[in-house]
Nanobody
C-alpha cells in the first residue's frame, strides 16, 4: 500500500515536500516514481528513483526544482518541490514499477494521490 501526504495550497515560489509511505511488502528491487495529473490532462511523469541504487530521473519541466529521495529506514520516498509554479498544480501520486519509465503502464501499484495547488 502506498500513501501520499504533504500536499497543500501554496503561492508561486514556495516549496512543498511530498511523502509516499510504503507499507506491506518491500519493493527493494523496484523503482519508485512520482506522477501528477492536472485538471483536464493526462497523468504525467515527474521523477523516479531506483530503490536499490542512487540513480534518479526527472522530467524536463521539474529538473532543477524538484528532488526525489528515499528514506529506506522509513520505507518512504519523498519529493522536495522548490520554486513552485502555478503549472505545477495537480494531484501527485506515487507509483511502484519494475524499471524507470515515464509511461504510467510500467507502474503496477499506485497511491491515492495528494493535491498540490500553486496560486500565482
Amino acid at each position: 500500500q502506498l500513501v501520499e501526504s504533504g500536499g497543500g495550497l501554496v503561492q508561486a515560489g514556495d516549496s512543498l515536500r511530498l511523502s509516499c509511505k510504503i507499507s506491506g511488502r518491500a519493493f527493494t528491487s523496484h523503482v519508485m516514481a512520482w506522477f501528477r495529473r492536472a485538471p483536464g490532462k493526462e497523468r504525467e511523469f515527474v521523477a523516479a528513483i531506483r530503490w536499490s541504487r542512487d540513480s534518479t530521473f526527472y522530467s524536463d519541466s521539474v529538473k532543477g526544482r524538484f528532488t526525489i529521495s528515499k528514506e529506506k529506514a522509513e520505507n518512504m520516498v519523498s519529493l522536495q518541490m522548490n520554486n513552485l509554479k502555478p503549472e505545477d498544480t495537480a494531484v501527485y501520486s506515487c507509483g511502484v514499477g519494475t524499471r524507470p519509465s515515464y509511461r504510467t503502464g510500467e507502474y503496477f501499484r499506485w497511491g491515492q494521490g495528494t493535491q498540490v495547488t500553486v496560486s500565482s
